[in-house]
């Protein structure tokens, strides 16, 4: 695996929620510099260092309502 990606979004308490796509790690912190850092960590454990990809792409989605 070369890259992995992860769906962040704002958490409704406050902070931040990352999810990967295709593989089964979820983590969240309460700002952006901890969530990079949570993911990374995330990754290392989930993976042994020989499949561990090199590249994490984070994918920021973010929901707006708007009154009609």
């Not at 929620?17 to 990079?36: H, Q």
């Amino acid at each position: 695996m070369q890259e992995i990606i992860f769906s962040v979004e704002e958490a409704p308490e406050g902070g931040f929620t990352a999810r990967a796509l295709g593989a089964a790690i979820f983590t969240e912190a309460d700002d952006m510099e901890g969530l990079r850092e949570a993911v990374r960590d995330a990754v290392r454990c989930h993976f042994d260092e020989d499949e561990r990809p090199k590249v994490i792409r984070l994918h920021f989605v973010r929901e707006e309502v708007l009154a009609a």
